[in-house]
């Protein structure tokens, strides 16, 4: 492959692209060739094994001999978080892109992205729409978001479909300045760094798909591990609110994992107590139905739940219908 020349070394870096790899022997080689074809070539392109055990590293290793851009950073396993902290803490690029190890990028993201930030030095985190594929490449369903900040907070505030993580480029100097992900955030770390960005400038997205996302069985959200991390969102948009408040961020009072662990429970049991497991899953078994354009199921799903849950539906009615979200009842109870 063709890649891009030595760079001068006295001229600055526009792009660091970051990269997080465990066990991605599966994947990586197509994800790390869907950068190297970028038509924007100028960045650096960081790649933190995460403590692989598979062939990871020496697929990354082969690609960083014949291409300087790939700067391999090894490291002991430790998770996604502190290993893109880690990757970021090498970066020297203005802005950082993220791409995740199973994903396909656009030939155009970079530049496309890069065109719109420098139109508007307000946005501060742009992402984009993406499309899936599966295990063997084949194009699924393609989503498509606002670009406009307004448009995006609302979605963000709301918990609705938001852009990837992996299609996400933001200003350094910001994620510096909010010291990175947080490391208790082991789940939906992405989701707790655009709720502290916003607090620092516009976030942007261009609607066309220019990510291509991989879906298969050993994605954490996929995992046994997705229940947490509703839980750790919802701990992220309830810290959102108390900084929105001028009140003090509950998740930074806390010093060590145990303490956040004692937190999680009690949240999850405030969350449960509130019936946002039911009101999820009562949300999921009406799309289904709905996906499936089967009418009479979906008529004896909201009849089974009128007769035999009432008190489901009008709270599933009360959070959806005039958008609010059980993350914001908690929290003005609490400030109350």
Known sequence: MTVAPPRSNSTPIPLSVLMSVYNGESYVRAAIESIQKQSFQDFEFLIVNDGSTDNSLSIIAEFARDDC?????????????????????HATGDWIARIDADDIAHKDRFALQLETVG???????????????????????????????????????LKQGFFSHSSALFAREIFEKLAGYRAFFKRAQDYDLWLRFVEHGEIACVPEALLYIRKHAEQISHSAKGSLQLVDSRIALYSHYHREAGLPDPVEELNTEAEFEVFRRSFTEELAGRRLFDILEFKSEIKDSLADRDPMLFSRLLGRVLLKDRDLFLRAASFFLRGETIVSTIFQDKVK
């Open 69 to 89: 851009r790939v700067k391999v950073l090894d490291k002991p396993n430790s998770g996604l978080t502190k290993s893109l902290n880690y990757g970021a803490a």
């Open 119 to 157: 139109n508007n030095p307000a946005i501060k985190l742009l992402g984009t729409g993406h499309q899936l594929i599966d295990e063997k490449g084949e194009l699924g369903a393609c989503y498509s978001l606002p670009s406009d900040h307004d448009r995006l907070l609302k979605r963000l505030m």
